[in-house]
């Protein structure tokens, strides 16, 4: 079993939807998880931090996180084309400094 | 600001060589984190520094090392290159250590023939 899962999608949304990017993590010790987004040929960029249960909003952008499922969410509202990219999950775990597990990634398709 | 800086960009090595990649980290930030990216494994963390001392490592082989100068800048090496070393190695620096929000450098795409 990986560390963190995420489907790899291509997850394909209509331009004005809401598209929804969920994570599933192994350790319980995890302690911070955040939300990447990488354009093709890029390199990775953080978009949402997240440390303790409930929903954390940041524009389009809402993160969830629910610890007792082992459970994090990523919620972009009204998506537009220029957010098709590979949003990448990752956990750090407590006393493993900056050392992030990050998922496989979801591949967003938005369409206009 | 000046964000992350890596060099080189693209390099191309042979099975046998050795190689060395050079981050510079966005002023200010002390922790400068190595990660290797493969379409096949992913992100993958190689090893952490801060204030010169290497604070985390990954599940890489001893060919695998690295280092941070006194002025947060990093390097790192990886010897006697196999085929299977080829993949892009992203430098992210951080402000302080245990925070996790890294910023990424635009990578070194090593090609190992």
């Known amino acids: 079993q990986k560390e963190v899962e995420q489907n790899s999608g291509p997850l394909s949304v209509p331009e004005g939807a809401i598209a929804s990017l969920n994570c599933t993590y192994s350790?319980?010790?995890?302690?911070?998880f955040f939300w990447y987004r990488q354009y093709s040929g890029k390199s990775p960029e953080l978009i949402m931090s997240?440390?303790?249960?409930g929903d954390k909003e940041d524009g389009r952008f809402t993160a969830q996180l629910n610890k007792a499922s082992q459970y994090v969410s990523l919620l972009i509202r009204d998506s537009q084309p220029s957010d098709s990219a590979t949003y990448l999950c990752?956990?750090?775990?407590?006393?493993?400094?900056?050392?992030?597990?990050f998922g496989a990634g979801t591949i967003l398709r938005v369409k206009s | 600001k000046a964000g992350v800086t890596q060099t080189p960009r693209y390099l191309i090595k042979t099975r046998g060589q050795q190689v060395t990649l050079s981050c510079s980290p966005i002023?200010?930030?002390?922790?400068v984190s190595w990660y290797q990216q493969t379409p096949g494994q992913g992100l993958q963390f190689l090893f952490e520094?801060?204030?010169?001392?290497?604070?985390n490592k990954g599940n890489f082989p001893g060919r695998f090392s690295g280092r941070q100068f006194s002025n947060s800048r990093s390097e790192m090496n990886v010897s006697t290159l196999e085929l299977g070393d080829s993949a892009l190695y992203l430098c992210?620096?951080?402000?302080?250590?245990?925070?996790?929000?890294?910023?990424f450098g635009e990578g070194s795409r090593l090609t190992v023939l």
């Open positions: 997240i440390y303790s249960n």
């Open positions: 992210a620096s951080s402000l302080w250590i245990n925070t996790g929000e890294l910023f």
């Open positions: 520094y801060f204030s010169e001392t290497q604070r």
């Open positions: 350790d319980r010790g995890s302690q911070s």
């Open positions: 002023s200010g930030h002390r922790s």
């Open positions: 990752a956990v750090n775990i407590k006393g493993y400094g900056n050392k992030l597990v």
